[in-house]
């Protein structure tokens, strides 16, 4: 219908027509329909909707001989439809009333899925790709604009992974005994990636993808819940509410905030405390690990007012610990950080250093190496240093703070 279906003659006379059958007889309609209904508020309406419909149907065919006639017939049809439908509701509430609650083997269900998404015999990438469809629902586009890739790439990833899956025959189950612990490693790294996809990624700005780090702060509680005797589980769940209480701080009008420059009055101390309780939980279970010890540096972070109150020697400490478990040149770089911030920048920027066969292509080497060689005075170093971080990354927030850096 359009507004000069109603400008028309024929249009004009039905609307006329409608309004004086509906002032004459819908009081009547309504009466009637209570008395063998029961029920006023479904008689009104009923009848509205019956009038509704006499706005459409009548501007196209006219009025009927027997307005109020046709009207009342409306109204009763409309009625008998309400009532089925209800019926049938009432049917699906008792099917639902009567249906088990949620239990444990449900969440069960949701973990072995997700298990069988990061198997080690898939590819991070198309682990990552079907966490998020097969777990988390997204759409190949949504997949696609998360991880800065194309929805064909995507889509082809998750079918050759899904293929995998049944010609090896992977089961979706989560594993018991020996094989669970490195299994768990690898689905609590996916979710650990995810959200690392969240900041930072090519093109992007400074803001995080919030729908994707609440993902993966929702399946790694998820995981926890359904594995309760797993510290690990809850050491990740402790990460990432720590990160995440950051949040708030760590951007501003589009700028990337570092640690020491945060308005820590921003932070989010509930997420904060919900963190420190997963973490202490993990603990009491007194099987330490990598995701437990990152938390632990992170609440050293977190506990600190203001940042020079930061406890780096503990940090430094926690980071022997996790050498242990994660001995990758990026828990090597951050133990250099923590080094540099004690004041020993030669020892580390010695450290730095000897990273530098594995590390040359990693934006964040070379800014961690210039901030050291800026401490100790080396300012054209440090200069040259900064300009190689900025052409290496793909960030753009990233790229304007290096450059603030540079022409410091």
């Given at each position: ?19 004086r ?5 819908s009081?009547r309609i ?11 508020d479904l008689?009104?309406e009923s009848?509205?909707?019956?009038v509704a419909?006499a706005?459409?149907?009548w ?5 009927p001989p027997?307005?109020?006639?046709w ?5 009763r ?10 019926q049938?509701?009432?049917?699906k ?10 239990s ?5 269900e949701?973990v072995?899925?997700?298990?069988g998404c990061?198997h ?8 990552l790709?079907?966490t998020l469809?097969?777990?988390c ?7 696609a604009?998360a991880t800065m ?5 995507v ?5 050759r992974?899904k293929?995998?899956i049944g010609?090896?025959g992977?089961p ?15 689905v ?8 690392n996809?969240?900041?930072l ?9 919030r729908d ?7 399946l ?6 359904a ?9 990740l769940v ?33 997420l ?15 099987r ?5 010890l990152?938390a632990?540096?992170a609440?050293c972070?977190?506990d ?7 406890d780096w ?9 996790l ?24 020892a580390a920027l ?8 594995e590390?040359?292509?990693f934006?964040?080497w070379?800014a ?5 060689l ?6 054209e170093e440090?200069?040259r ?9 793909t ?9 603030s850096?540079?022409?410091?």
């Open positions: 219908m359009t507004a000069s279906d109603a400008a028309s003659p024929s249009g004009a006379a039905s609307d006329r027509a409608l309004e059958v509906v002032r004459a007889e009081a309504v009466a009637a329909l209570t008395a063998s209904l029961g029920n006023l008689a009104e009848v509205a909707e019956a419909e706005l459409v149907s501007r196209e065919v006219g009025a027997n307005p109020g006639g009207l009342t017939v409306a109204a049809r409309n009625a008998l439809d309400r009532l089925r439908r209800d049938r509701y009432r049917k509430l008792e099917l639902l009333a009567g249906a088990p609650a949620p444990e083997s449900a969440i069960d949701r072995s899925l997700l298990f990061c080690p015999a898939l590819t991070e990438s198309a682990q790709a079907l469809r097969a777990v629902g997204l759409t190949t586009e949504q997949i604009r890739s194309t929805p064909t790439a889509g082809q990833r998750i079918v992974a293929r995998k010609a090896a992977i979706l189950r989560v594993p018991i005994g020996a094989e669970r612990s490195p299994r768990l490693d690898v609590l790294t996916v979710i650990s990636v995810m959200y996809e969240a900041h990624t090519a093109g992007g700005g400074a803001e995080a993808n994707l780090a609440e993902d993966a702060l929702w790694a509680d998820v995981v926890a819940h594995l309760p005797s797993e510290p690990e589980a809850l050491g402790a990460l990432l509410k720590f990160h995440r209480s950051r949040e708030p701080a760590r951007s501003v009008a589009g700028r990337i905030v570092l640690l020491a420059d945060q308005d820590r009055s921003r932070w989010d101390v509930g904060q405390a919900e963190a420190h309780r997963a973490l202490a939980a993990a603990a009491a279970l007194r330490p690990g990598r995701w437990q990152q632990a540096i609440a972070h977190s600190a007012r203001v940042f020079s109150e930061t020697e503990q940090i430094i400490v926690l980071y022997d610990m050498l242990a478990y994660d001995p990758s040149p990026v828990v090597r770089l951050n133990r250099a950080v923590a080094l540099g911030e004690t004041g020993r920048r030669e010695a450290e730095v250093e000897a990273l530098e066969d590390m040359v292509r934006h964040l070379h961690v190496r210039a901030e050291l800026r401490g100790l005075g080396r300012e440090a200069i240093a900064l300009h190689t971080a900025h052409g290496l990354t960030n753009e927030a990233e790229r304007r703070l290096l450059r850096r540079e022409l410091c």
